[in-house]
């Protein structure tokens, strides 16, 4: 066998060239990752500066908008600590003489809410007892409304008070009630009443009866199973009588002449007032279309 040399552990031809290229460009490469560096640093720190320039000056002032005004409540609680029922404003209790035995009881209140309404009961009180029966009323908002206690007989009290219980409040859906709520009530309660007259008793007439009439022409686009009338009469500015008429079925653009009747002569009549009495906001006193 023949004898060989090792080489194990010998430089080679290629480890001699790349070691003489490595000893004479070894200060070029340097350089050349020294400018690789600085040109990715110079990137980065652009970077960075632009980031900063961006969040400072341009996207940042919308976020830091927009994160304002998440922070702001959606809604305006203030509002809502404004816009709460209030408690509706009962004036002093009228007395009627309506004749011999006989007396009617009246009383205006009024809904300062205006987003809201209301129904009750309510009921007169004369020296700690309740006079008659209790009765069920409504008050639309922000409006005023006689109640009453008609043809009451018995001895007529020097003074009463009216008490309101089981009282039920209902917000006024802005979703429903459009455009709102002046609008939306105006349009359903557009009665027009014409032709008041007044007319007392005549003399030679057996049984005294004091009559007002007047015309009442539905100018909604509305008709009405029940359409309430509530009549005062005035003696300047004195109440001296009151009445409350229904018409049944009461259909959009029909007229109506109506009679309210008092079985009394009733003196000293300077004015009559007719006000419409519906609860609009309840679906059962509206006539079904095609009905």
């Given at each position: 066998?023949?004898?060989?040399?090792?080489?194990?552990?010998?430089?080679?031809?290629?480890?001699?060239?790349?070691?003489?290229?490595?000893?004479?460009?070894?200060?070029?490469?340097?350089?050349?990752?020294?400018?690789?560096?600085?040109i990715v640093a110079f990137v980065l720190v652009?970077?960075?500066?632009?980031?900063?320039?961006?969040?400072?000056?341009?996207?940042?002032?919308?976020?830091?908008?927009?994160?304002?005004?998440?922070?702001?409540?959606?809604?305006?609680?203030?509002?809502?600590?404004?816009?709460?029922?209030?408690?509706?404003?009962?004036?002093?209790?009228?007395?009627?003489?309506?004749?011999?035995?006989?007396?009617?009881?009246?009383?205006?209140?009024?809904?300062?809410?205006?987003?809201?309404?209301?129904?009750?009961?309510?009921?007169?009180?004369?020296?700690?007892?309740?006079?008659?029966?209790?009765?069920?009323?409504?008050?639309?908002?922000?409006?005023?409304?006689?109640?009453?206690?008609?043809?009451v007989k018995g001895t007529r009290p020097g003074?009463?008070?009216?008490?309101?219980?089981?009282v039920s409040v209902h917000r006024v859906d802005?979703?429903?009630?459009?455009?709102?709520?002046?609008?939306?009530?105006?349009?359903?309660?557009?009665?027009?009443?014409?032709?008041?007259?007044?007319?007392?008793?005549?003399?030679?007439?057996?049984?005294?009866?004091?009559?007002?009439?007047?015309?009442?022409?539905?100018?909604?686009?509305?008709?009405?199973?029940?359409?309430?009338?509530?009549?005062?009469?005035?003696?300047?500015?004195?109440?001296?009588?009151?009445?409350?008429?229904?018409?049944?079925?009461?259909?959009?653009?029909?007229?109506?002449?109506?009679?309210?009747?008092?079985?009394?002569?009733?003196?000293?009549?300077?004015?009559?007032?007719?006000?419409?009495?519906?609860?609009?906001?309840?679906?059962?006193?509206?006539?079904?279309?095609?009905?």
């Amino acid at each position: 066998m023949a004898f060989q040399v090792s080489r194990e552990g010998q430089l080679t031809e290629e480890k001699l060239k790349w070691g003489y290229w490595w000893v004479t460009h070894k200060v070029q490469v340097r350089r050349w990752f020294t400018v690789f560096l600085a040109i990715v640093a110079f990137v980065l720190v652009g970077y960075a500066a632009y980031g900063f320039a961006d969040w400072y000056f341009g996207s940042g002032v919308r976020e830091r908008a927009a994160l304002a005004t998440y922070l702001q409540p959606a809604i305006d609680i203030s509002l809502f600590r404004r816009d709460t029922p209030k408690k509706p404003v009962i004036e002093p209790v009228s007395i009627l003489a309506t004749g011999e035995g006989t007396f009617d009881m009246i009383a205006r209140i009024t809904n300062p809410s205006k987003s809201f309404w209301m129904d009750f009961d309510y009921r007169f009180v004369s020296g700690g007892s309740v006079v008659g029966t209790v009765q069920h009323g409504f008050l639309l908002p922000a409006s005023s409304k006689y109640l009453y206690l008609l043809g009451v007989k018995g001895t007529r009290p020097g003074s009463a008070s009216m008490e309101l219980n089981n009282v039920s409040v209902h917000r006024v859906d802005p979703h429903v009630i459009k455009p709102d709520y002046v609008t939306w009530g105006r349009a359903r309660l557009n009665f027009k009443i014409t032709d008041i007259k007044f007319t007392p008793p005549a003399p030679t007439d057996p049984l005294a009866v004091s009559r007002a009439t007047f015309t009442v022409k539905n100018d909604t686009g509305f008709g009405y199973w029940n359409a309430g009338f509530f009549v005062m009469l005035r003696s300047e500015s004195s109440i001296v009588g009151a009445n409350y008429v229904v018409i049944t079925e009461l259909r959009a653009g029909q007229t109506r002449t109506v009679d309210a009747s008092w079985f009394a002569d009733v003196p000293g009549v300077t004015d009559v007032q007719v006000t419409p009495d519906v609860n609009i906001f309840d679906d059962r006193v509206y006539i079904p279309p095609g009905q």
